[in-house]
């Protein structure tokens, strides 16, 4: 399965952004996507994840509340909806796939190969 995400931008604090990952490929062996994000300086951190069947969703405490993630299954896409964005929000934003959500959120982002092309979002003060 291939991903491509988009929908990154400039953006003011407290505003919103709708981030998208796109899949292509064999979309039958899908089982749950997610999203990373790295900031300036600082290490790729796990954000939100969610399973293509179920979709049961999972997020990390620094983004519960003001992120929603989501799938659209005929279009073979994973949102990631950003409210109330705040400047440290900012980071370039990638998703992957993994078995399960347990399995993405235990990815050692130092080890991990996979990473897509990601989006920038940038949120101004």
């Known amino acids: 399965v291939q991903l491509q995400a988009s929908g990154g931008g400039l953006v003011q604090a407290g505003g919103s952004l709708r981030l998208s990952c796109a899949a292509s490929g064999r979309i039958s062996i899908l089982s749950a996507v997610g999203w990373f994000r790295q900031a300036p300086g600082k290490e790729r951190e796990f954000v939100a994840a969610?399973?293509?069947?179920?979709?049961?969703?999972d997020y990390s405490e620094s983004v519960k509340g003001r992120f929603t993630i989501s799938r659209d299954i005929p279009k073979n896409t994973v949102y990631l909806q950003m409210n109330s964005l705040k400047p440290e929000d900012t980071a370039t934003y990638y998703c992957l796939t993994g078995s399960n959500i347990r399995d993405i959120k235990n990815i050692n982002p130092a080890s991990f190969r996979s990473w897509g092309q990601g989006t920038q979002v940038t949120v101004s003060s």
């Open positions: 969610i399973t293509w069947t179920a979709a049961t969703q």
